[in-house]
């Protein structure tokens, strides 16, 4: 069976840093290109971050650009997200998700993803 798995979600003070995991099963995440997402209750699903089947090619946000770092290891199925300057708008559930794009492009548009995995919640509080 298919499946992203997302791991790596905790409780952090606000400075802090978390690093997030997306791991696949059931196919060869290589294949594809991924990207993060979040979403806050009341609010759109929001883009953070993408990056191609290869890694050479990544994209950010303009919210998380110079705190976040997202890399993949394709020998490990796992896409990573190092998120370091933590804020309290960085509170909230983050998924990855597969792209439906050629695998060297890296949209942060949701519309453009197929499948998703359930989330990892990170809470920014002091």
């Known amino acids: 069976q298919w499946q992203l798995v997302e791991s790596g979600g905790a409780l952090v003070q606000p400075g802090g840093s978390l690093r997030l995991s997306c791991t696949g099963s059931g196919r060869t995440l290589e294949h594809y290109g991924l990207g993060w997402f979040r979403q806050s209750p009341g609010k759109e699903r929001e883009g953070v971050s993408s990056?191609?089947?290869?890694?050479?090619?990544?994209n950010y946000a303009d919210s998380v650009r110079g705190r976040f770092t997202i890399s993949r290891d394709n020998a490990n199925n796992t896409v990573y997200l190092q998120m370091n300057g933590l804020r309290a708008e960085d509170n909230t559930v983050y998924c990855c998700a597969t792209s439906l794009t050629p695998v060297s492009e890296t949209p942060l548009e949701a519309e453009k993803y197929d499948y998703w995995g359930r989330g990892a919640q990170v809470t920014v509080s002091s």
């Open positions: 990056i191609s089947s290869s890694g050479d090619n990544t």
